[in-house]
């Protein structure tokens, strides 16, 4: 366990923590979060992570641009279902660029683990998106990707960060809870007389 590992820590509980409260500052802390574990997860040869964390910078930006339109007064997002359509390609596409990834790091590097850091980097980026577009499924997806990421890190011998996952699925399954209950809210109808706020 680092110091950097605790900063790391620290950084994505406070993000994946704004990000089921739908407050949009969770993007820049995020960048923070992953940059930080991007260094990390090169010197334990997860490049898999490594390059996710990489492409998760980018995504902040997406996502805060994303979550910067349609909030309410009081500064959150609204959520959405997520379409089955978009669920299934975006799934292939996952698992279709963990096949790939997982081949190249397999081939070309000296990965510890390139199979299943491949794919758990691929459905991440599909969870990311889902959450950047403000689907409630991507909580779902977040729960069964952190649970098997904290076997990944056990077996690296990164306790804290381990902890840190086993921590994201509490909180998703928060999340989940939380986007459930306000996607339930939005679909009430109003009360006679009641204005729509723009």
Do not use: H
Request: charged letters at 10%.
């Amino acid at each position: 366990m680092s110091t950097l590992e605790i900063i790391a820590v620290l950084f994505n509980i406070l993000g994946v923590w704004l990000t089921t409260q739908r407050i949009r500052w969770c993007w820049p802390v995020s960048v923070v979060a992953v940059l930080l574990y991007a260094w990390i997860f090169f010197d334990v040869k997860l490049y898999c992570d490594m390059l996710l964390q990489l492409v998760f910078a980018v995504l902040q930006g997406y996502g805060w641009w994303r979550w910067s339109q349609g909030y309410s007064v009081a500064g959150k997002v609204g959520v959405q279902r997520l379409p089955r359509r978009e669920a299934i390609v975006s799934l292939a596409a996952g698992l279709a660029g963990a096949v790939l990834l997982g081949a190249v790091m397999q081939r070309y590097t000296d990965a510890s683990a390139p199979w299943i850091d491949a794919l758990l980097s691929s459905l991440s980026l599909v969870a990311s998106f889902w959450a950047a577009r403000k689907y409630v499924a991507s909580w779902g997806l977040w729960i069964v990707l952190d649970s098997a990421y904290v076997g990944l890190f056990l077996f690296k011998d990164l306790q804290l960060t381990a902890a840190l996952y086993a921590g994201f699925v509490v909180l998703a399954a928060y999340g989940l809870l939380a986007w459930r209950n306000e996607l339930l809210a939005q679909q009430q109808p109003l009360p006679a007389g009641a204005e729509v706020v723009p």
